[in-house]
């Protein structure tokens, strides 16, 4: 069944560390999104890619980084993490580029930072 | 950018048809309104798109006025389930990522 993964599902750390948030898609899409989400908050967009070796920036400014090498996959990495980094990402993607092609999320990653 | 405007929450009872109007006054002519569903610790969900007139799916209807500065998506009989916050979308064909905000959405609780 073609759909998109996201581990780990939920992730303590301890300040500085560095993390990739993995983000994985079985359906060929081109287009992958990361959003950040707190608790009862608005989705914001943070990072996007519209194919392989491109990546943009979002609207929220973000110390995180992404790479997209391979179609099927867009992982996101914080080199060194804060405790306001602690929110849960939520990884997208899309059959074409623009508002007609709904968009597939994961289920989410939850980061605690401490 | 067409910013919306959706109720911050809305209450129903099971069995009854739920209305969420949201309103985007600055729509433009190629901007396609879309409706999402988040449960709690999920992503969201599409739900249903549309361009103009009314829309139907197994989930849901939209409904979008000749002048489209509104839309309203419709949830017939609701149940316990349909607990969630409802996003909507508005934005171009082939438009940049940054174009669709999600907003804050309209919580919707559904009560026994």
């Known amino acids: 069944e073609a759909d998109i993964y996201q581990t780990p599902r939920y992730l303590v750390i301890g300040t500085g560390k560095k993390i990739t948030l993995e983000c994985s898609q079985t359906?060929?899409?081109?287009?992958m999104y990361w959003y950040q989400q707190d608790p009862g908050m608005e989705l914001h967009l943070i990072h996007y890619?519209?194919?392989?070796?491109?990546?943009e920036k979002g609207d929220l400014s973000s110390e995180s980084t992404v790479s997209r090498i391979r179609t099927e996959h867009f992982p996101l990495t914080l080199e060194s993490a804060r405790p306001s980094h602690t929110s849960q990402y939520l990884c997208?993607?899309?059959?074409?580029?623009?508002?007609?092609?709904?968009?597939?999320f994961g289920s989410g990653t939850r980061l605690t930072v401490v | 950018l067409a910013k919306t405007t959706q109720p911050i929450s809305m209450d129903s009872y099971e069995g009854q048809e739920v209305n969420i109007t949201c309103s985007h006054n600055?729509?433009?002519?190629?901007?396609?309104i879309t409706w999402y569903q988040q449960f709690p610790s999920q992503g969201p969900r599409f739900i249903i798109q549309?361009?103009?007139t009314k829309v139907t799916n197994e989930v849901a209807s939209l409904f979008i006025p000749a002048d489209r500065k509104s839309s309203t998506l419709s949830l017939p009989r609701v149940s316990l389930s349909d607990t969630a916050v409802y996003y909507c979308?508005?934005?171009?064909?082939?438009?940049?990522?940054?174009?669709?905000?999600f907003g804050s959405g309209t919580q919707l609780t559904v009560l026994p």
């Open positions: 997208a993607s899309s059959h074409g580029q623009g508002a007609q092609y709904g968009y597939t």
């Open positions: 359906m060929g899409h081109d287009k």
């Open positions: 890619s519209y194919g392989v070796n491109s990546t």
């Open positions: 600055n729509i433009a002519t190629n901007d396609y």
């Open positions: 549309g361009y103009k």
């Open positions: 979308l508005v934005g171009t064909s082939s438009g940049s990522a940054r174009q669709l905000t």
